[in-house]
C-alpha cells in the first residue's frame, strides 16, 4: 500500500541548500581585508536563486536584481530572460528547492514550535503584483530599483552585515555607512521582522506570496523536461501534502506552479519522477478517490 516512508532526499536536499547553495554563492573572504563587495567578473553571471548582489560575501548577481538594473535603464534584460527560460524549461522551479538560501532560512524556521497558520488562496496572486508593479513598473518609471531596496532577503544578507560590520571605507578611514541610516533602512528591517515572523507560522510564505523569481520559474513547471506524476494506487491520504514545504496537494496537480522540485513527495510509491518523454497521464481525482478506497477496504 502507498504511503509516506523514510527518505534520504530531505537531508540531500539540505546539503545542496548549504554547500552550493549559501556556501558556493557567498564565499568572497577577501572582503574582511579589503571591506569592499566583490566586483569581478562574477558580477557579470546571475545564479538562479535569489541572492542578494550587495551580501558582503556574494560572487555572483541575483537574476531580479539584474532585471531591475536593465529597467531602470530602458533595456531588454535578454541574457537574464535567456537564462531564467532556458534552466525553467530544464527543471522548472527546481531551484528554489535545491539552492535558494532564503527558501533554506524559511525551511528552517518553519521548525520552530508554534500554532501553524495557512495561506488564503487569494493571496497565491500576491508574487505577480511584486513582479510586475514592484520589479518592472516602478523602477522603469523611478529609474530605481525598489524590490531590491525592500527585499528582506537583502536586507538579512547585506543591509544589516555591512551595518553591523560597518567597516571603514579604505580611501577615507572613516566608517562607510556613517549617518545613512535613515527611514528606508527602518522600513527595511520592519519588513525583515514581519516576515520573519510569518516564516514561523506559515510554509515558505515568501516563496508563495512574495518571490517574482518564483513566478517566474512556476511558469515553466507544466513545460519543463522534469515532471512529476501521480498513479492509480493514491489513496488521497494527504501524506505528501503534509511534507511538501509548500503544502501544496501534490495528488490533485503534481507540477504545480507552486512546486519547488524538492522530491519530497517521492517517499510515497505514488508519486513518480518524470521527463515530458515519458510522461505518465495524470487520472481524475474521482477515479484516484475511487481506487484508494477499494484498495483500503
Known sequence: MPGIKKSTIPLLQRLSQIFPGVIGQNFYIPVIWKKVIYGGWGKGLCIPTLNCYACPLAVASCPIGLIQHFI??????????GLLVGFGMFLGRFFCGWLCP????????????????RIPIWMNYGPYIFLFVLVLLIPFITHLSWFCRLCPQGTLEAGLPWILWNPNDTYTGLPMFEGMIGWLYYLKIGILIGIVALFILIKRPFCRIVCPLGIIFGWFNKLSLMRFSVDETCTNCGGCKKICPMDINIQDDPNSFYCVRCFRCLACDSV???TIFGKREPISLVERRSVGSNILK
Open 72 to 81: 531602470t535603464l530602458r533595456l531588454i534584460p535578454y541574457y537574464v530572460i
Open 102 to 117: 532564503f527558501g533554506l532560512f524559511q525551511d528552517l524556521t518553519y521548525k520552530i514550535r508554534s500554532p501553524k497558520l
Open 272 to 274: 513518480h519522477l518524470t
